[in-house]
């Protein structure tokens, strides 16, 4: 296996126990034939055990000067590799998994409150990223795209949302409290997901 098959490997674990430590802890089935001789407990214990004493406490990432979690920096923007990523519920929309959990609860939670929220654009690749500032030009110029290489989709930690009225006072009022901002003043669609280092 080359090293690039060992960073493939490692970024899969990596992203599996990234989505463990953000699902929230569910009691597990206590039963299954896997006993362990020598203590009695069986497997699903100890991994119910594991996930609840993982879930329990906030899971600190390291971040860069810019915010950016190092565990993303080392693949670098739009090119961030699918298995370091997570569908947003079941939308075909893939961010860094704790971005792409703490959105799949909102959008659960708004639509419990009776709203619609939508997603239009996730994860930008770096020639996605190129492809749309050639059609929509820069940011900096006027346009609608961010210099390819800084987009905060190329990170999987920004959404572009479809939000009507309601859903975009619903997220004005809540999206904070799934760690998401609305931080580019011309684009009321666009959410980036930010962590407390």
Excluded: C
Excluded at 165 to 170: D, I, N, T, V
């Amino acid at each position: 296996m080359g090293i690039e098959g060992v960073n493939s490997r490692i970024a899969n674990i990596q992203s599996r126990i990234i989505a463990l430590q953000t699902q929230s802890a569910t009691p597990a089935s206590r039963t299954t034939s896997a006993t362990s001789s020598a203590s009695g407990t069986t497997f699903a214990n100890y991994l119910s055990d594991a996930v609840a004493t993982q879930s329990a406490s906030p899971t600190k990432y390291t971040v860069d000067s810019k915010g950016i979690p190092t565990d993303l920096t080392a693949y670098g923007n739009g090119k961030i590799p699918s298995n370091a990523l997570q569908e947003v519920g079941n939308t075909g929309h893939r961010l860094w998994a704790p971005a792409a959990q703490q959105l799949t609860d909102l959008i659960a939670d708004a639509k419990r409150d009776g709203v619609t929220i939508g997603i239009t654009d996730s994860y930008r690749s770096y020639d996605e990223q190129v492809d749309l500032a050639k059609r929509k030009g820069l940011y900096s110029r006027g346009g609608l795209a961010a210099k390819p290489g800084t987009s905060e989709h190329g990170w999987g930690m920004a959404t572009d949302l479809d939000l009507n009225a309601k859903a975009l006072s619903w997220m004005r009022a809540n999206a904070s409290k799934y760690g998401f901002e609305d931080n580019v003043p011309r684009e009321s669609w666009h959410w980036a997901y930010k962590l407390n280092s």
